[in-house]
């Protein structure tokens, strides 16, 4: 599992005082970094290769400002050529938001799906929950 602290911003509420639904998806692709990195180590953008196919979020409970949260990030399957990544908010030691994405091993050249590489595969598989 990987795990990124934040400390959520003033600019990140919404009219009823408690952080907007827009700012966890943001927070989720934040966490998502070190699953980045372990196809493209520097995130070069000129050698990206994965895409966003897919992502659902579970608002819990209200999440809000002042008090630092935890993103939690695993991975529950990984496929050929894509894998399902879970999420979790975590705020004062409870659950406050979840979800998942189904991320693609992409490449750009042939504008398709290709084949997750099998060392990055076994470094995936580290991280199945």
């Known amino acids: 599992m990987f795990t990124y602290q ?3 911003r003033f600019s990140e509420t919404d009219a009823l ?11 989720f692709e934040q966490g998502r970094t070190p699953i980045f990195q372990l196809f493209n180590p520097d995130l ?21 400002l002042y008090s630092p949260v935890e993103i939690r990030t695993s991975l529950s399957a990984v496929g050929n050529t ?5 999420q979790e ?5 409870k659950l406050v938001a979840k979800g998942d994405c ?3 091993h992409f490449d750009y050249a042939q504008q398709g799906k290709a084949p997750i590489p099998q060392e990055v595969r076994e470094k995936l598989l580290q991280h199945v929950a």
């Not at 070069?44 to 809000?64: R, S």
């Not at 908010?89 to 030691?93: A, S």
């Open 6 to 8: 934040i400390e959520p």
């Open 89 to 93: 908010v975590w705020q004062k030691g």
């Open 82 to 86: 894509s894998m399902t990544i879970h």
């Open 44 to 64: 070069n953008l000129n050698q990206w290769n994965l895409i966003l196919k897919k992502m659902d979020v579970d608002f819990v409970a209200q999440i809000y």
């Open 102 to 104: 189904v991320m693609v």
């Open 17 to 27: 005082g408690h952080i907007n639904n827009t700012v966890v998806p943001v927070w």
